[in-house]
């Protein structure tokens, strides 16, 4: 049966990630196959898309490396966003072709992702236009999931960052999204709940579930000795190759 393979990492470096996309939007392309769902957290890093401005930066690079802070420019599109710890990153390496090859209706699909889970947790999350992501707060909007993608030969990287126990100050050392006059929030300010590490891959596997739902297509989480295989990956810099039969049990 074809589905999309889910893969629950720890906490994983920017560029250790990026690497991994990449092969796998190789993979996925060269072998025609549904895709590949990553959800993983991040040590800080602020990322500055395709249409990013660095007057969005409130801090210069030297200032941000002294706070352990690294920056990437990438592929994806929107202006620049922070993750870090305590935040669910999605990264989905989709092949379109298996759906309908619509990258808008693909976004849309990311937020109703996001917007049906947190309303598993009471909170109302919703889309605010212009503007890409989900929101909260209706009185006061707040993002509280950042959304940019990239698509290559129909094969989509990079994705969401949902604050769930994110530290909120480091997007003050932004403008985040490039979005001036709405703040940045996480479930954790929501629900006024703390959410530790296990709680937040737990998360992971209710999200997998309703990328299912959303996606009407099968998501198959890979045991840890397979997901080990791509760690294992990421610790030699892709140097060297695997098999996807070498995944699956």
């Avoid at 629950?8 to 072998?31: C, G, I, M, T």
Wanted: aromatic share 14%.
């Amino acid at each position: 049966m074809e589905q999309i393979f889910y893969l629950s990492l720890p906490l994983v470096s920017y560029q250790k990630a990026w690497e991994l996309q990449l092969s796998l939007v190789e993979k996925v392309y060269r072998e025609n196959l549904p895709g590949f769902l990553l959800l993983l957290e991040h040590q800080p890093v602020i990322t500055l898309g395709r249409s990013a401005n660095t007057a969005n930066l409130r801090l210069s690079l030297e200032r941000l490396r002294e706070k352990g802070i690294e920056v990437f420019w990438v592929e994806r599109g929107g202006d620049v966003t922070y993750h870090g710890p305590g935040q669910i990153v999605g990264y989905p390496i989709f092949n379109l072709r298996f759906f309908g090859k619509d990258v808008h209706l693909f976004v849309r699909s990311l937020e109703e992702v996001l917007i049906r889970f947190l309303q598993g947790y009471q909170v109302e999350g919703f889309r605010f236009p212009p503007y890409t992501g989900v929101w909260v707060n209706q009185q006061k909007p707040e993002k509280i999931a950042a959304i940019g993608v990239a698509v290559r030969r129909w094969v989509t990287f990079h994705g969401f960052a949902f604050n769930v126990s994110t530290s909120l100050t480091p997007f003050s050392y932004i403008v985040p999204c490039g979005i001036q006059g709405f703040g940045v929030t996480s479930l954790e300010k929501c629900t006024g709940k703390e959410y530790s590490f296990e709680e937040r891959r737990a998360m992971g596997r209710e999200i997998g579930k309703l990328f299912e739902e959303v996606f009407s297509f099968p998501v198959k989480e890979l045991s840890a000795a397979s997901q080990g295989v791509l760690l294992d990956f990421l610790e030699k810099n892709g140097k060297e190759s695997w098999s996807l039969a070498s995944l699956l049990d």
